[in-house]
T-cell receptor, first 115, second 107 residues
Framework: EAQVTQNPRYLITVTGKKLTVTCSQN?????MSWYRQDPGLGLRQIYY???????DKGDVPEGYKVSRKEKRNFPLILESPSPNQTSLYFC??????????????FGNGTRLTVT | QKEVEQNSGPLSVPEGAIASLNCTYS??????FFWYRQYSGKSPELIMF????GDKEDGRFTAQLNKASQYVSLLIRDSQPSDSATYLC???????FGAGTRLTVKP
């Protein structure tokens, strides 16, 4: 089944403890992206990747890191999480970024709580 | 700063009515748009995309694009309680989303 898989679904951690949220897609998509979703603010892009080894900042990149060593994987790293990073996170992929015939496919989301 | 704006709602319509959801965008160079639906606690799912001025119909859904006025809208005909969700508008070129409009369809 074609899908975007992100893990874990739920994560509770403490301030400053490094964590990684994994994302993997099995559709051979070139484009991958991370979003956070907060009430009233909608989906805001954190980082995106047009292809392997190419990553760029989105609108809210502060406090996050990403890497794209392989086409299928795009992990999101929080080196030192803070409470303002408590949010719902979505990984998404598309065949090619920025084209109308290439919609985003979303993972199931990761709800992160930082205390 | 490029922006995509939506009325957060909630928008409430009776079952069987037409629900009208609107989205405006600031970047005049934006050419195409997605509409996604997101049920509470779930991930967004694609409803349709539009890139030409005018209307595009798919079943009960009609997307409308007016590039001169920089707005895109989604009409849902014969609204059903199962249409109750948040509807997200997105600009294709930079995958930028609006904050979404929460729709409630009352039986």
């Amino acid at each position: 089944e074609a899908q975007v898989t992100q893990n874990p679904r739920y994560l509770i951690t403490v301030t400053g403890k490094k964590l990684t949220v994994t994302c993997s897609q099995n559709m051979n998509h070139e484009y991958m992206s991370w979003y956070r979703q907060d009430p009233g603010l909608g989906l805001r892009q954190i980082y995106y990747s047009m292809n392997v080894e190419v990553t760029d900042k989105g609108d809210v990149p502060e406090g996050y890191k990403v890497s794209r060593k392989e086409k299928r994987n795009f992990p999101l790293i929080l080196e030192s999480p803070s409470p303002n990073q408590t949010s719902l996170y979505f990984c998404a992929s598309s065949l090619i970024g920025g084209q109308s015939n290439s919609p985003l496919h979303f993972g199931n989301g990761t709800r992160l709580t930082v205390t | 700063q490029k922006e995509v704006e939506q009325n957060s709602g909630p928008l409430s319509v009776p079952e069987g009515a037409i629900a009208s959801l609107n989205c405006t965008y600031s970047d005049r160079g934006s050419q195409s748009f997605f509409w996604y639906r997101q049920y509470s606690g779930k991930s967004p799912e694609l409803i349709m995309f539009i890139y030409s001025n005018g209307d595009k119909e798919d079943g009960r859904f009609t997307a409308q694009l007016n590039k001169a006025s920089q707005y895109v809208s989604l009409l849902i005909r014969d609204s059903q309680p199962s249409d109750s969700a948040t509807y997200l508008c997105a600009v294709t070129e930079d995958m930028r989303f609006g904050a979404g409009t929460r729709l409630t369809v009352k039986p």
